[in-house]
Protein backbone atom coordinates (compact mmCIF):
# COMPACT_ATOMS: atom_id res chain seq x y z
CA UNK A 1 0.00 0.00 0.00
CA UNK A 2 1.15 3.07 -1.23
CA UNK A 3 0.48 6.48 1.04
CA UNK A 4 -0.21 9.63 -0.35
CA UNK A 5 1.68 12.73 0.51
CA UNK A 6 0.56 15.87 1.81
CA UNK A 7 -1.26 18.36 -0.31
CA UNK A 8 0.22 22.09 -0.16
CA UNK A 9 -1.70 24.67 -2.20
CA UNK A 10 -0.51 28.49 -1.98
CA UNK A 11 -2.26 32.00 -2.29
CA UNK A 12 -0.46 34.89 -2.66
CA UNK A 13 -2.20 37.88 -1.19
CA UNK A 14 -1.94 41.15 -3.07
CA UNK A 15 -0.50 44.59 -1.87
CA UNK A 16 -3.22 46.50 0.08
CA UNK A 17 -4.89 43.08 1.58
CA UNK A 18 -5.08 42.19 4.87
CA UNK A 19 -5.58 38.52 5.84
CA UNK A 20 -6.72 37.06 9.13
CA UNK A 21 -6.93 33.93 10.11
CA UNK A 22 -8.28 32.71 13.57
CA UNK A 23 -11.83 30.63 13.62
CA UNK A 24 -12.42 32.50 10.26
CA UNK A 25 -10.75 33.56 7.95
CA UNK A 26 -11.63 37.54 7.12
CA UNK A 27 -10.31 39.25 4.16
CA UNK A 28 -9.98 43.31 4.23
CA UNK A 29 -8.96 45.56 1.64
CA UNK A 30 -9.87 48.66 -0.65
CA UNK A 31 -13.66 47.55 -1.51
CA UNK A 32 -14.30 46.30 2.30
CA UNK A 33 -13.85 43.28 4.17
CA UNK A 34 -15.39 39.44 4.16
CA UNK A 35 -15.38 36.56 6.52
CA UNK A 36 -16.21 33.20 5.92
CA UNK A 37 -15.55 29.78 8.63
CA UNK A 38 -14.05 26.92 7.21
CA UNK A 39 -14.91 24.11 9.12
CA UNK A 40 -13.48 21.04 6.87
CA UNK A 41 -11.23 18.72 9.88
CA UNK A 42 -8.48 17.46 7.35
CA UNK A 43 -7.79 21.05 6.01
CA UNK A 44 -5.49 23.46 7.55
CA UNK A 45 -4.70 27.37 7.13
CA UNK A 46 -2.31 28.91 7.57
CA UNK A 47 -0.50 32.72 6.86
CA UNK A 48 3.02 32.50 6.21
CA UNK A 49 4.25 35.86 5.15
CA UNK A 50 2.14 36.86 2.36
CA UNK A 51 0.71 33.79 1.43
CA UNK A 52 -2.44 31.80 2.81
CA UNK A 53 -0.97 27.74 2.92
CA UNK A 54 -3.95 25.09 3.00
CA UNK A 55 -2.59 21.58 3.97
CA UNK A 56 -3.64 18.65 4.44
CA UNK A 57 -1.92 15.08 5.41
CA UNK A 58 -2.96 11.67 3.71
CA UNK A 59 -5.38 12.94 1.88
CA UNK A 60 -8.44 11.02 0.57
CA UNK A 61 -10.15 12.02 -2.57
CA UNK A 62 -12.72 13.70 -0.43
CA UNK A 63 -9.47 16.05 1.26
CA UNK A 64 -8.41 16.90 -2.38
CA UNK A 65 -11.29 18.50 -3.27
CA UNK A 66 -11.93 20.41 -0.41
CA UNK A 67 -8.57 21.87 -0.82
CA UNK A 68 -9.34 23.24 -4.11
CA UNK A 69 -12.86 24.37 -2.45
CA UNK A 70 -11.16 26.56 -0.07
CA UNK A 71 -8.60 27.84 -2.25
CA UNK A 72 -11.48 28.97 -4.54
CA UNK A 73 -13.66 30.65 -1.77
CA UNK A 74 -10.72 32.04 -0.53
CA UNK A 75 -9.75 33.61 -4.26
CA UNK A 76 -12.98 34.85 -4.56
CA UNK A 77 -12.87 37.04 -0.90
CA UNK A 78 -9.45 38.43 -1.86
CA UNK A 79 -10.89 39.74 -5.48
CA UNK A 80 -14.10 40.50 -4.07
CA UNK A 81 -12.41 43.18 -1.44
CA UNK A 82 -10.04 44.13 -4.11
CA UNK A 83 -11.97 44.65 -7.46
CA UNK A 84 -15.60 43.49 -6.14
CA UNK A 85 -18.28 41.88 -7.75
CA UNK A 86 -20.62 43.31 -10.41
CA UNK A 87 -23.90 41.97 -12.38
CA UNK A 88 -25.91 43.28 -14.45
CA UNK A 89 -29.52 42.66 -15.55
CA UNK A 90 -32.44 43.61 -18.00
CA UNK A 91 -35.72 44.28 -17.21
CA UNK A 92 -37.73 42.61 -20.18
CA UNK A 93 -41.40 43.67 -20.70
CA UNK A 94 -43.90 43.39 -24.19
CA UNK A 95 -46.77 45.14 -23.03
CA UNK A 96 -47.68 45.89 -19.18
CA UNK A 97 -44.54 48.12 -18.01
CA UNK A 98 -42.97 46.43 -14.87
CA UNK A 99 -41.72 49.08 -12.26
CA UNK A 100 -38.93 47.96 -9.98
CA UNK A 101 -38.42 49.72 -6.97
CA UNK A 102 -35.61 49.30 -4.08
CA UNK A 103 -36.20 49.38 -0.11
CA UNK A 104 -33.55 49.68 1.64
CA UNK A 105 -34.85 49.39 4.75
CA UNK A 106 -36.68 46.15 3.96
CA UNK A 107 -33.79 44.79 2.07
CA UNK A 108 -35.79 43.84 -0.90
CA UNK A 109 -37.20 44.42 -4.26
CA UNK A 110 -40.20 45.58 -5.07
CA UNK A 111 -41.76 44.30 -8.76
CA UNK A 112 -45.21 45.97 -9.51
CA UNK A 113 -47.16 45.42 -12.69
CA UNK A 114 -45.75 42.30 -13.40
CA UNK A 115 -47.68 41.00 -16.83
CA UNK A 116 -50.20 43.40 -15.35
CA UNK A 117 -50.30 41.56 -11.76
CA UNK A 118 -52.29 43.49 -9.15
CA UNK A 119 -50.31 42.50 -6.28
CA UNK A 120 -46.19 43.29 -6.06
CA UNK A 121 -43.74 40.87 -6.23
CA UNK A 122 -40.84 41.07 -4.17
CA UNK A 123 -37.00 39.77 -4.29
CA UNK A 124 -34.66 39.82 -0.88
CA UNK A 125 -32.05 41.52 -1.39
CA UNK A 126 -29.02 38.84 0.22
CA UNK A 127 -26.52 39.75 2.99
CA UNK A 128 -24.25 43.23 2.31
CA UNK A 129 -25.62 43.14 -1.64
CA UNK A 130 -26.40 46.69 -3.51
CA UNK A 131 -28.80 46.91 -6.27
CA UNK A 132 -29.32 49.99 -8.63
CA UNK A 133 -32.34 50.47 -11.01
CA UNK A 134 -31.16 52.58 -13.69
CA UNK A 135 -34.06 52.55 -16.42
CA UNK A 136 -34.18 48.92 -17.90
CA UNK A 137 -30.95 48.05 -16.38
CA UNK A 138 -30.59 46.88 -12.65
CA UNK A 139 -27.29 46.32 -11.05
CA UNK A 140 -25.85 44.67 -8.25
CA UNK A 141 -22.43 45.15 -6.62
CA UNK A 142 -20.47 43.70 -3.30
CA UNK A 143 -17.69 41.96 -1.81
CA UNK A 144 -19.48 38.23 -1.40
CA UNK A 145 -19.68 36.98 -4.72
CA UNK A 146 -22.61 34.63 -3.04
CA UNK A 147 -24.14 37.33 -1.97
CA UNK A 148 -24.69 39.19 -5.21
CA UNK A 149 -25.18 35.66 -6.98
CA UNK A 150 -27.76 34.47 -4.63
CA UNK A 151 -29.60 38.01 -4.91
CA UNK A 152 -29.15 38.21 -8.74
CA UNK A 153 -31.50 34.69 -8.61
CA UNK A 154 -33.74 36.00 -6.09
CA UNK A 155 -34.59 38.72 -8.61
CA UNK A 156 -34.76 36.26 -12.09
CA UNK A 157 -37.22 33.98 -9.39
CA UNK A 158 -39.62 36.56 -8.26
CA UNK A 159 -39.87 36.82 -12.19
CA UNK A 160 -40.31 33.89 -13.05
CA UNK A 161 -43.53 33.19 -15.08
CA UNK A 162 -45.71 29.38 -14.21
CA UNK A 163 -48.49 28.49 -16.06
CA UNK A 164 -47.65 30.15 -19.42
CA UNK A 165 -45.81 29.21 -22.52
CA UNK A 166 -42.40 31.05 -21.92
CA UNK A 167 -41.17 31.32 -25.82
CA UNK A 168 -44.68 33.56 -26.12
CA UNK A 169 -44.37 35.25 -22.24
CA UNK A 170 -40.64 36.28 -22.30
CA UNK A 171 -41.48 38.93 -19.46
CA UNK A 172 -39.21 39.50 -16.79
CA UNK A 173 -36.02 40.48 -15.15
CA UNK A 174 -32.64 38.54 -16.82
CA UNK A 175 -28.34 38.30 -16.17
CA UNK A 176 -27.13 40.00 -18.86
CA UNK A 177 -23.16 40.02 -18.05
CA UNK A 178 -20.95 39.54 -14.86
CA UNK A 179 -17.82 41.61 -13.99
Known amino acids: MVLAAAIREEIEIPEGVEVIIEDEVTVKGPNGETSRKFSYPNVTIAKEDNLVVLET ?28 FTYHMKIVFAHFPMAVKVQDKEKTVTIENFIGERHPRSAKIVGDA ?3 VKGDEVIITGVNKEEVGQTMANLEQATK ?18 E
Open 130 to 132: KVQ
Open 161 to 178: IRGKDPRVFQDGIYLTSR
Open 57 to 84: AFPKKKDKSMIGTTRAHINNMITGVTDG
